[in-house]
């Protein structure tokens, strides 16, 4: 949706975009990104996101970041003072028990700034994974089998979803004359013990070419 790198932004912004996304580059630029020290370019990287939001509202969203590098840190930094008076937001996610030791304290180090705002959010209770399993099945689950989904799963809506799917997938439940689902699984059924096996088991029950499709 960027396009080229509009006229608006001063030659820097643009350099530090088309850094990043070289099919942006319109024109040739006589800026070299390996003259600016790495803080310069993180700057110059947050100075062009909130130029852009001058032309309207923006949303940036970064997800997954336990994965990122100190590199996209380093601009969220250099992005939080630019936002107190810009049209942009940042959203950021980041699973904390994932974080390796080389970002542990970036989460720290952002949140102290006036314009970062924390949101930490607890694993699900066995209630509110009770009423997603409902909600997914379009019935009520047995109580033993929400129990035994709470602890295996940790809580993990995602984890929860993908093996609730895959047990609808198997045919765990089934529809009765009056349209309602009556789940057919007791506590003892086998569940995937990660959520890359529950998803692992969901891709194989797909055909061969959906699976070349996927790939």
Avoid at 9 to 31: C, E, F, V
């Amino acid at each position: 949706a960027l396009g080229n790198p509009a006229p608006h932004l001063s030659p820097l912004a643009q350099m530090a975009l088309t850094a990043l996304l070289p099919d942006l580059a319109a024109t040739s630029s006589d800026l070299d990104t390996t003259t600016l020290a790495p803080d310069h370019f993180h700057a110059a990287l947050a100075g062009a996101l909130t130029e852009m939001a001058e032309c309207g509202p923006l949303l940036l969203v970064l997800d997954d970041l336990q994965w990122a590098d100190p590199a996209a840190w380093a601009v969220l930094r250099a992005l939080l003072p630019r936002l107190d008076n810009s049209s942009l937001m940042a959203i950021a996610a980041f699973r904390p028990a994932d974080l390796p030791q080389t970002l542990i304290l970036w989460p720290d180090r952002l949140a102290t700034h006036s314009s970062a705002y924390s949101l930490a959010l607890d694993p699900l209770s066995a209630s509110e994974i009770g009423q997603l399993t409902t909600r997914l099945a379009g019935s009520v689950p047995p109580d033993r089998f929400i129990t035994r989904l709470h602890r295996e799963t940790g809580g993990n809506p995602l984890f929860t979803a993908e093996i609730v799917r895959g047990l609808i997938e198997q045919g765990a439940f089934h529809k009765e004359t009056d349209g309602q689902s009556v789940w057919a699984v007791d506590s003892a059924l086998p569940l995937p013990p990660t959520l890359t096996q529950a998803l692992a088991a969901r891709l194989g029950r797909l055909s061969p070419q959906a699976r070349d499709l996927l790939r």
